[in-house]
């Protein structure tokens, strides 16, 4: 069943557009860097450059995620949508947010468990396990909002799509 375009879908804001754009360039970029073994932290500009990464990431994270919430809007679902649409779109993004937040908080976690003498290898491990967890489920959820998205330029036909992108020949 195709949704016809008869009240267009209100376009995101320049500041939600950037913010969305951004964060996938910083995602991308972190999964094209990432580290190959933590021994790698022992030099202090890769830790340095590291901590400052991961917190810059999970800052634009919780600035989006308020931005969203609170300024912005957070979808551009049609009301008419039926509820199966909502509740995935809502499980996708929360998905999204949780597990960049879940590797940059393990990120730092293990950053700062390899540079402390106090804290163990059980946790350290731990933190990497969750770590490279969230690492697998994020590509998971990025392929179904991806796969959403297109859900509605093709199928739904609603402008959900064009609401982030703009004018862009997607």
């Keep these: 069943m195709t949704i016809s375009a008869q009240s267009p879908v209100k376009p995101h804001g320049f500041v939600t557009r950037s913010i ?3 964060s996938i360039l910083m995602i991308a970029y972190g999964y094209y860097k990432g580290l190959d073994n933590v ?10 450059f590291e901590v400052i990464f991961a917190s810059s990431l999970g800052l634009l ?3 989006r995620l308020f931005w969203t919430q609170k300024i912005g809007g957070a ?3 049609p009301h008419k949508a039926p509820a199966w649409e909502h509740v ?3 499980t996708v993004h929360y998905g999204l947010y949780g597990s960049v937040f879940t590797i940059v908080g393990t990120g730092l976690a293990i950053a700062y468990a390899y540079a402390s003498p106090v804290l163990g290898d059980f946790f ?10 969230a690492l697998t489920l994020l590509p998971a959820l990025i392929l179904t909002h991806i796969t959403g998205a297109l859900w509605h330029k093709v199928i739904r036909r609603d ?5 982030m992108t703009g004018k862009l020949p997607i």
Excluded: K
């Design 88 to 90: 995935a779109s809502r």
């Design 159 to 163: 402008g959900v799509l064009e609401a």
């Design 39 to 48: 021994n790698q932290l022992a030099d202090p500009a890769l830790f340095r």
């Design 61 to 63: 994270f919780a600035f």
């Design 124 to 133: 350290v491990n731990a933190m990497i396990f969750i770590h490279e967890a």
């Design 75 to 77: 979808t551009r679902l």
């Design 20 to 22: 969305h754009w951004v």
